[in-house]
T-cell receptor, first 109, second 114 residues
Framework: GQNIDQPTEMTATEGAIVQINCTYQ??????LFWYQQHAGEAPTFLSY????GLEEKGRFSSFLSRSKGYSYLLLKELQMKDSASYLC??????????FGDGTTLTVKP | GAGVSQSPSNKVTEKGKDVELRCDPI?????LYWYRQSLGQGLEFLIY????????KSGLPSDRFSAERTGGSVSTLTIQRTQQEDSAVYLC????????????FGSGTQLSVL
């Protein structure tokens, strides 16, 4: 089965950098997704990692270590609009994604 | 359509009534998923359709829940004899299929059981 752990809540200051961690246990690894979900809205795709290392995409970067079962999402130059929940998800071989409970990030002025 | 479409956006029903929730996925997407999200919680997997394969129903919480997908496109999630604990946002997503394909979500149906 799949097991995913993320911190429940985080708070950071506008303009700062924040790292949101995700640890996972899975019977077969097929990559790891990060999604962003603003309050009252549907989740939207942020990143996908299948190889070890850091993937950078503008202010957002995602890191993966398969040997450690660990990923993080790095948000730089935080903006108020980055306040949202960040969901870590791992798919099975068949493509079914299991989601973590999400990390609610609050960005303060 | 351009995205995943769900209807209704809101549904209020009385305990014991049946409800049907509809999802229209992105054209060409072979995979369709239903998730449930209670307030402040993560996404709970319900059911997954992939092409012509038998659906993965392992997440359905009870036999009151069922879903079908007609013609490999539109899907309907049916909840019979609704209970108050069924109140949640029901999210549908679709993808091109395969483990490396990202999910596109609809805006969800907010179900309230009184």
């Amino acid at each position: 089965g799949q097991n995913i752990d993320q911190p429940t809540e985080m708070t950071a200051t506008e303009g700062a950098i924040v790292q949101i961690n995700c640890t996972y246990q899975t019977s077969g690894f097929n990559g790891l997704f990060w999604y962003q979900q603003h309050a009252g809205e549907a989740p939207t795709f942020l990143s996908y990692n299948v190889l070890d290392g850091l993937e950078e995409k503008g202010r957002f970067s995602s890191f993966l270590s398969r040997s450690k079962g660990y990923s993080y999402l790095l948000l730089k130059e935080l903006q108020m609009k980055d306040s949202a929940s960040y969901l870590c998800a791992v798919p099975t071989n068949a493509g079914k994604s299991t989601f973590g409970d999400g990390t609610t990030l609050t960005v303060k002025p | 359509g351009a995205g995943v479409s769900q209807s209704p956006s809101n549904k209020v029903t009385e305990k014991g009534k049946d409800v049907e929730l509809r999802c229209d996925p992105i054209s060409g997407h072979t995979a369709l998923y239903w998730y449930r999200q209670s307030l402040g919680q993560g996404l709970e997997f319900l059911i997954y359709f992939q092409g012509n394969s038998a659906p993965d129903k392992s997440g359905l919480p009870s036999d009151r829940f069922s879903a079908e997908r007609t013609g490999g496109s539109v899907s309907t999630l049916t909840i019979q004899r609704t209970q108050q604990e069924d109140s949640a946002v029901y999210l549908c997503a679709s993808s091109l299929g395969g483990p490396n394909e990202k999910l596109f979500f609809g805006s969800g149906t907010q179900l309230s059981v009184l």
